[in-house]
């Protein structure tokens, strides 16, 4: 079936440090994609969204890059603090899709001091 | 979000009982959606509305059924809950197809 996936199920890196987390997706057809912070107790929250005809998109710390071409996508927090520590989430949505998100299953990510 | 509010938070019932997850918004947004978040599966799709006169199936209703009751609020029902109903269920809404979903804080619930 059609999915979106994470590379790693934890991520751990030092304050201060530029963190990088990646997802795969599979299907050819999404041209929105969203990368969502969870924090422990909460609910999903937008970090920064892209679609399908960029490559790149810049927001607060964030960066999040698409790759069309191996359905790569990648999202960058520079300077990563403590208060980044989350699960992070890929989502995708498919081009006339009616049927809301398909989510990857998340990065935990882990700040060392 | 407080924009997005479910109660309750927290639940536990027991095999077989009905019960029903409540979700409002204040954001004005015509889409609302219900979400299943297990461990290890991220979030699943349960159901989804576009307005108050329309209601989609999603990915794993089987189990479920929802309620548009206003543009503001959307309700999710466990006709008779299971234990492999035990998850944490989120609420999102949204302005446009393909634009940004908002959640609410998630109800945690246990069926024994």
């Known amino acids: 079936g059609e999915s979106v996936g994470l590379h790693l199920p934890t991520l751990s890196v030092q304050e201060g440090d530029n963190s990088i987390i990646n997802c795969a997706y599979s299907n050819s057809a999404s041209d929105y994609f969203i990368w969502y912070k969870q924090e422990s107790g909460k609910g999903p929250q937008f970090i920064i969204d892209i679609r399908s005809n960029m490559d790149k998109r810049q927001g607060q710390r964030v960066t999040v890059l698409l790759n069309k071409t191996v359905k790569h996508l990648s999202l960058q927090i520079a300077a990563t603090q403590p208060g980044d520590s989350a699960v992070y989430f890929c989502?995708?949505?498919?081009?006339?899709?009616?049927?809301?998100?398909?989510f990857g299953k998340g990065t935990h990510l882990i700040i060392q001091p | 979000d407080a924009d997005v509010t479910q109660t309750p938070r927290n639940r536990i019932t027991k095999t077989g009982k009905r019960i029903m997850l409540e979700c409002s918004q204040t954001k004005g947004h015509d889409r609302m959606y219900w979400y299943r978040q297990d461990p290890g599966l991220g979030l699943r799709l349960i159901y989804y509305s576009f307005d108050v006169k329309d209601i989609n199936k999603g990915e794993i209703s089987d189990g479920y059924s929802v309620s548009r009751q206003a543009q503001a609020k959307f309700s999710l029902s466990l006709e008779s809950a299971i234990p492999n109903q035990t998850a944490l269920y989120f609420c999102?809404?949204?302005?446009?197809?393909?634009?940004?979903?908002?959640f609410g804080p998630g109800t945690r619930l246990l069926v024994l």
């Open positions: 989502a995708e949505l498919r081009r006339g899709g009616a049927d809301g998100l398909t």
């Open positions: 999102a809404t949204s302005d446009f197809i393909g634009e940004t979903q908002y």
